[in-house]
């Protein structure tokens, strides 16, 4: 299996050590609450859940503190962000924001910076005039990188012919990122095969499926179809529909997913949300209850290839919510353990 | 208020050096104020041509996306045209974004359009190829497509904003960071400022006020704060030009107190500076507000009449002031007698100019000190008269330097064994051109004169080196000198005269000081206390010429006597009756004290006999032997003295 985490260089760990020793100004102001919060972008899909999952037993492994998770039902940025400013009031110990809109939050999270309440990005880079100083994010060109590495060991390296990519949202940065990385990963691997795409394949489940069938259609001989989202799912249907021989791959860890991979009729690489999440949910307990300070920087959570090879023990992994707990503490002890490894100067510091 | 404090040194160097800083720091606040607005603007121009590229991008697609929706629904060739044509009109946009930006997502964007166009390209070929159903399919991943690549250069688009308006916050904050700064260096600047004009027109103040005290200073006297010598010649030249031009007259009075030195030395310089102040106030009370009242130097001072009419005006203004200066000064507690004598000339009468002026009141101010006249008038028949006194005493000085001063010995006599008593001691002076000059001749002009004490000083060295020289040829002859009165206010005269005794060996019994009634007259505590101290070193006290000044009875009283020198006048006239009781009452009188009586100016043999019946014991007088020089007198001595 290929390395999840990149090397970084003496200078980020130097300043790595540096940030996590560093007291932030935001977090240092104001009376400290025991009440904290995440907000996530949706509540119905399946990253929101494991985030929000991951929070709550992240920050309940601290005593002494009042987790509510929320968000919106599905994707709505203003909505979202009229969550959130709501929270500032309720919940001011610590807030972590999910949103695929950070644009849309830039304002308010200065305000909520100037408030004194402790916020933490995650999943997606805050905009840059939010003032937040922490994230707490997969690498996404890697996570693209990961499952053009799995797509690409499937093929012989002389394949000729095309892979298609889609994206359930283009413009959000995460999946552009993904995009990014299985464009530059199949350029090194498969100098013969064109990457088409991003094309749009739509956040809607409905116009999801429909954009990829279309998409299978329009490209028969294509060698795959992959989505940089949760379009496992569909993908997968597709290719069962079609009896397609091509090779379908998204960033997801979805049940669905994990059964078409365990068929065989998919393959993917997992953003690991929950450990996302817990990471969040420790630390912004961790500093509602004692204080410590947040680090300042990027938290990189490393992506996790799913193949079936290794599907059955995710399965396993994900049956329950103890399972997912033991696979997360071990994860989060191991990234918060190791700083030097795993904080990273926040994207565009470098 | 006192701003003293302001001139400080180190906080005129503190105030300077700080405004230096404040101004540079204030230049350099402005220029990277200059330069940060530069950049900001470059940077939001460059910002703001990549968000309009963006939207470019945008446009550029959809305009294509509406193109190839034409294309799908024209009925030939010529409609469906404008889609081969606008295939790539996002390109151009596409290159500058990649010279220009470093968005990570133009990558992605850049291999969506690819895909775009290679749809489109697609799409016409499959309906070139009459392939209905693969152009609809095309026309549909070309839809997907558009749509990805809108809302990616959208994303990417409102990024750029966003980033925009976070520099923009950044440099708004920084902005007024650095006003906050130029206000606060601006302010202290301006403190800086005012403190460096304060101090600036401090020292300016201070150098105005040291100016005006320098020319005070150098126009006035330090003690009395009246003008001074230079102010006086200045004024007197202006007052003589002003005089020739009106035809009027200038008289200018010169002041010198009597017995000055007396006051100095007998109450301390301190005394005699109040005494000085004492005189500038009172001049300067009795003139009149045109004229100039000035101190000279010493106790010389000068009132210039800037506006009189006749030399009796003159007189009258000087003796009025003298009147009001002739009052008795309390000098801390001291009473003190002040005398004065004043000297007047007058421009154009006696004197032709300012030189002259001053010349002649000096001259005139010494005929009055030597006549004790009070104030006098310069009168220009005592010119030659004056002229001579004042070079006696030039020649006086020059004497005493090359030893032309001699002395000559007149014994006395004990009138009853006629052997030799003592001899007195006659200072005689050797003039290179006048020949041999009696005391007569020129001591008059020396008493008065500061040149009296050395003269005495020389006399005494001279009579104790001869008495030392004798003794040591075994003749033992007291000695007798004259002591001048003015030496006697003069505190160091005991302390100097036991000095020289010592210096020569002589028993200070040997030494007998003669003294005029005149010096007890003037001033008899002062006389008393220093006899007193020199008869307290067993020096012998003798009062000359007793019986020609007020014969005070008290003075033999209260005196330090050890002998009375009848005067010659008595002695000469004892053929008469009342001279001869003088004599014998005077011998009487003395013989009561127990005091020796002499006679002098025995001058024959029958004023002998008489002298000696009267009750005088030692007799003196050329009768007896004139005053010879000392070799003389030796051989006189041991040749048998007995007369």
């Known amino acids: ?350 | 208020m006192q701003l003293g404090w302001i001139r400080r040194r180190w906080l005129t160097r503190a105030a300077a050096a700080f405004l230096i800083l404040g101004l540079f720091a204030l230049g350099a606040t402005t220029l990277w104020s200059f330069a940060e607005t530069s950049r900001a603007a470059d940077s939001a121009r460059r910002m703001n041509a990549m968000s309009d590229n963006w939207g470019k991008v945008s446009q550029a697609v959809s305009m294509e996306y509406e193109t190839l929706v034409d294309y799908l629904k024209a009925d030939d060739e010529m409609g469906r045209a404008p889609l081969s044509s606008t295939i790539g009109s996002a390109r151009p946009v596409l290159e500058w974004l990649k010279q220009h930006s470093d968005q990570p997502g133009l990558d992605n964007l850049e291999a969506t359009y690819d895909t775009y166009t290679t749809t489109l390209r697609e799409l016409m070929k499959a309906q070139r190829a009459g392939d209905e159903e693969a152009v609809d399919l095309y026309a549909q991943q070309a839809e997907l497509a558009s749509s990805s690549l809108r809302r990616q250069s959208n994303a990417i688009s409102s990024h750029e904003r966003l980033a925009l308006n976070a520099y923009l916050t950044s440099v708004e904050e920084r902005n007024n960071k650095v006003r906050l700064a130029a206000s606060i260096i601006g302010g202290a600047d301006l403190a800086f400022a005012l403190i460096c004009t304060f101090v600036l027109l401090a020292y300016q103040r201070g150098i105005k006020r040291q100016a005006d005290e320098s020319r005070h200073l150098a126009a006035h006297d330090n003690l009395t704060g009246i003008p001074n010598r230079f102010l006086l010649n200045q004024r007197v030249e202006q007052s003589l030009r002003t005089a020739a031009s009106s035809g009027g007259s200038v008289g200018l009075l010169l002041m010198d107190l009597n017995k000055f030195k007396e006051v100095n030395d007998t109450l301390g310089h301190a005394k005699g500076d109040l005494l000085l102040q004492t005189v500038a106030a009172r001049l300067t009370e009795a003139a009149r507000t045109c004229d100039t009242v000035a101190r000279l130097g010493g106790d010389e001072f000068a009132v210039l009449l800037s506006d009189v009419s006749t030399p009796a005006d003159v007189i009258a203004i000087a003796e009025r002031l003298l009147e009001h200066l002739q009052r008795p000064a309390q000098l801390d507690g001291v009473t003190v007698d002040v005398r004065a004598s004043i000297g007047c000339s007058i421009y154009p009468a006696f004197s032709a100019d300012a030189g002259e002026l001053l010349q002649h009141a000096d001259i005139a101010m010494y005929e009055a000190k030597r006549g004790r006249l009070g104030a006098t008038l310069y009168d220009p028949s005592t010119d030659a008269q004056i002229a001579e006194s004042l070079g006696l005493l030039a020649e006086f000085l020059a004497a005493l330097d090359s030893d032309q001063l001699l002395l000559h010995y007149q014994p006395k006599v004990f009138a009853a064994t006629g052997e030799i008593a003592g001899v007195e001691a006659l200072v005689r002076w050797q003039h290179p051109r006048r020949g041999l000059l009696l005391p007569a001749e020129f001591l008059p002009g020396i008493e008065d004169s500061d040149l009296i004490m050395p003269a005495t000083l020389h006399i005494l060295r001279s009579a104790l080196s001869q008495a030392r020289r004798w003794q040591d040829a075994g003749l033992d002859l007291p000695i007798a000198v004259n002591i001048s009165p003015r030496c006697l206010t003069d505190p160091t005269l005991p302390e100097q005269i036991v000095a020289l005794l010592a210096e020569y060996g002589v028993p200070p019994s040997r030494l007998t000081l003669e003294i005029t009634e005149n010096a007890l007259i003037n001033d008899p505590d002062i006389a008393v206390a220093r006899l007193g101290q020199l008869r307290a070193h067993g020096v012998r006290i003798s009062i000359d010429d007793f019986g020609t000044g007020y014969s005070s009875l008290s003075y033999l009283r209260t005196l330090p006597l050890d002998e009375v020198k009848i005067d010659r006048s008595f002695v000469a006239g004892m053929a008469d009756d009342r001279s001869h009781a003088i004599v014998r009452a005077v011998a009487q009188l003395g013989q009561a004290f127990n005091l020796v009586i002499v006679a002098e100016g025995i001058e024959d043999e029958r004023s002998r006999t008489a002298a000696a019946a009267a009750g005088c014991t030692v007799l003196q007088g050329f009768a007896i032997q004139k005053p010879v020089p000392a070799a003389d007198l030796a051989a006189w001595a041991t040749a048998g003295a007995t007369v």
């Open chain 1, 1 to 350: 299996m290929k390395p999840i985490i990149r090397y970084s260089g003496a200078a980020t760990a130097l300043l790595a050590m540096a940030s996590l020793s560093a007291c932030s100004s935001v977090a240092a102001a104001g009376p400290r609450s025991n009440k904290i919060a995440i907000v996530v972008a949706s509540t119905k899909q399946k990253f929101g859940v494991e985030m929000m999952g991951g929070f709550t037993e992240g920050a309940k492994d601290v005593a002494g503190v009042e987790v509510l998770a929320t968000g919106t039902e599905l994707v709505d940025g203003p909505k979202q962000v009229s969550i959130f400013e709501g929270l500032t009031a309720t919940h001011p110990g610590g807030i972590t924001i999910f949103t695929i809109n950070p644009e849309l939050f830039a304002p308010a999270q200065a305000a909520a910076g100037k408030q004194g309440v402790p916020l933490i990005s995650l999943d997606t880079p805050p905009a840059p005039s939010s003032n937040v100083e922490l994230l707490v994010s997969n690498d996404n060109v890697e996570l693209g990188r990961q499952l053009a590495d799995t797509i690409a060991a499937q093929l012989p390296p002389d394949a000729q012919g095309t892979i298609v990519v889609g994206t359930k949202s283009p413009g959000a940065q995460v999946l552009d990122e993904r995009a990014q990385g299985l464009r530059e990963e199949f350029a090194k691997r498969l100098p013969g095969v064109t990457v088409l795409g991003p094309l749009d394949t739509k956040q809607d489940p409905g116009e999801n499926l429909k954009a990829w069938r279309l998409l299978v259609k329009a490209n028969k001989h294509a060698l795959a179809f992959l989505g940089t989202g949760e379009d496992a799912g569909n993908l997968a249907k597709v290719r069962r529909e079609t009896k397609g021989k091509w090779l379908a791959g998204a960033v997801t860890s979805v049940h669905d997913a994990l059964l078409a991979i365990k068929a065989g009729d998919l393959f993917a690489v997992s953003a690991e949300h929950w450990t996302e999440g817990m990471v969040a949910g420790r630390l912004q307990a961790q500093h509602a209850t004692t204080g410590k300070e947040l680090p300042i920087g990027w938290i990189m959570i490393p992506g996790l290839p799913i193949t079936p090879d290794n599907v059955d023990e995710i399965l396993a992994r994900d049956a329950s919510t103890a399972g997912r707990n033991a696979w997360s503490r071990r994860m989060t002890d191991e990234i918060l353990g190791d700083p030097q490894t795993y904080l990273r100067p926040m994207p565009g510091d470098a």
